[in-house]
């Protein structure tokens, strides 16, 4: 049984609702991982840092931006999901996780531990259902919800009170997608995106679409018949070669729209009224960085300023009181390592 709150959180001392922060673990630092050159970021016995140092250094921007009251990180276990059982060719396509990659996932762990983070990793299931999870049980409970993740199936759980920020390049330029970000991308509404997405089709996680049929046309007939369902229903009004082509793979489509929609009911240890922030363990987190040569003083400023202990000793910042938000612009080429010190 999951560990939930039986009723609403209660609204922050000043009125505002809570904050709940979710980062996709394997997506953010896989991204970090290649956004950084690993000669650049290697310890002098040889271990490779990129990815714990854009990873660390995303997280300390994003916390100190946002300013979540709780936060948590989740994480893929293996390729071995309900999706690969149900498709086995599900994500066939990628190339093996570099070995360079992986072992830095588990010290990005031993860091996000030494923060007090609770990291989630369930077997059989993929960090995006945690998180749709989690998600969806903070908004009931009364959270607003932020989703950082660079999976665009994400896009499906955007709403009034939840957000994700979705990284555009590398991992330093964030973009704010609401509802009414959803609509001006894709002209669609969040609910509308796992419809959408099982016609387009997904060679990232070797999904294929419907020959002759691009994000517009998927867009369009979404629009005009309303939903997947209807237009699996209606398939026969679907004029044209692409309509053709629609019923030719329509096996094939529906089992697209199965697993690109989140599950949001995974059994989890806990619940969201336990996912708020607390101290740091500084020594060891300040152990880690050293053992791990990042001895950049930006970085360790940054991390630790956004320490809940150090926020309490000094206060509420002017930007916290005024609610800094990210307005979704995107950094221009050659500032990502600028904005990584």
Do not use: C
């Not at 709940?20 to 050159?37: I, K, N, T, V």
Request: hydrophobic share 40%; charged share 25%.
């Amino acid at each position: 049984m999951v560990d939930t709150a039986s009723k609403k959180t209660d609204t922050t001392p000043g009125g505002e609702r809570p904050r709940l922060m979710l980062m996709d673990g394997h997506s953010l630092a896989y991204r970090a991982f290649f956004a950084l050159p690993a000669e650049n970021f290697t310890t002098a016995q040889g271990q490779p840092t990129n990815a714990i140092y854009g990873f660390a250094s995303m997280l300390a921007n994003t916390l100190r931006d946002e300013a979540p009251t709780h936060f948590a990180v989740a994480f893929d276990v293996s390729r071995k999901t309900w999706r690969a059982e149900e498709f086995t060719e599900y994500k066939a396509n990628r190339a093996k996780t570099p070995d360079e990659f992986r072992g830095q996932v588990e010290l990005i762990g031993e860091l996000l531990d030494a923060m007090a983070v609770r990291r989630f990793a369930v077997e059989g299931f993929e960090a995006d259902d945690v998180i749709a999870t989690l998600a969806t049980q903070a908004e009931a409970e009364g959270f607003d919800v932020l989703i950082v993740t660079g999976d665009r199936d994400s896009f499906q759980l955007v709403s009034e009170h939840t957000t994700v920020l979705y990284p555009t390049k590398g991992v330093s330029e964030l973009t704010r997608f609401t509802p009414e970000k959803v609509f001006e991308k894709y002209g669609l509404t969040p609910a509308q995106y796992p419809d959408f997405a099982a016609l387009r089709g997904d060679p990232s996680d070797n999904l294929p679409g419907i020959p002759g049929v691009g994000e517009k046309t998927a867009a369009k007939w979404i629009n005009q018949f309303g939903s997947f369902a209807e237009l699996v229903e209606r398939a026969e009004e679907v004029k044209g070669k692409a309509g053709q082509n629609f019923r030719d793979h329509l096996e094939s489509v529906k089992l697209n729209r199965r697993l690109t929609e989140m599950v949001r009911d995974v059994e989890l240890p806990v619940g969201v009224s336990a996912l708020e922030r607390a101290a740091y363990d500084r020594k060891s987190v300040a152990m880690i960085l050293d053992t791990l040569e990042i001895r950049n003083p930006s970085l360790r400023e940054r991390l630790f300023a956004v320490d809940p202990a150090a926020e309490e000793e000094a206060g509420p910042s002017p930007a916290a009181q005024s609610g800094v938000e990210l307005d979704g612009s995107v950094l221009s080429t050659g500032e990502l390592a600028p904005w990584l010190a």
